[in-house]
């Protein structure tokens, strides 16, 4: 089992930035792939960005590609996700989630364990 927790989420200003954080506990953080993903009201869940464990590749969602950057720190077993330039379409909760895979995972399905979500709220 991995535990995953977020924090960072907030209320902010367009344009403005936020940095998100996912620890984990439980099993090796480290042998596990990682993404960030978000829900906006209404909405299915969208894949936002992905790492793969060595933190060697990442992936972006075309809607946040050069304005998002996930990064990880295996030794504090800890997952990130800077946002800036952040627009209000970018409101959201935001989950991470782990899975067990050596490559860099796009899709939900493949991901083996979630956090509850973090709250970011972007204002116009």
């Known amino acids: 089992q991995v535990q995953l927790v977020e924090s960072g989420g907030g209320l902010v200003q367009a344009g403005g930035s936020l940095r998100l954080s996912c620890a984990a506990s439980g099993r090796t953080f480290r042998n596990y792939s990682m993404g960030w993903f978000r829900q906006a009201p209404g909405k299915e869940r969208e894949f936002v960005g992905a790492?793969?464990?060595?933190?060697?590749?990442?992936y972006y969602a075309d809607s946040v590609k050069g304005r998002f950057t996930i990064s990880r720190d295996n030794a504090k077993n800890t997952l990130y996700l800077q946002m800036n330039s952040l627009k209000p379409e970018d409101t959201a909760v935001y989950y991470c989630?782990?899975?067990?895979?050596?490559?860099?995972?796009?899709?939900?399905?493949?991901?083996?364990?979630w956090g509850q979500g973090t709250q970011v709220t972007v204002s116009s």
């Open positions: 989630a782990a899975a067990g895979r050596d490559y860099v995972v796009v899709r939900s399905w493949e991901y083996d364990y």
């Open positions: 790492i793969t464990w060595s933190g060697g590749n990442t």
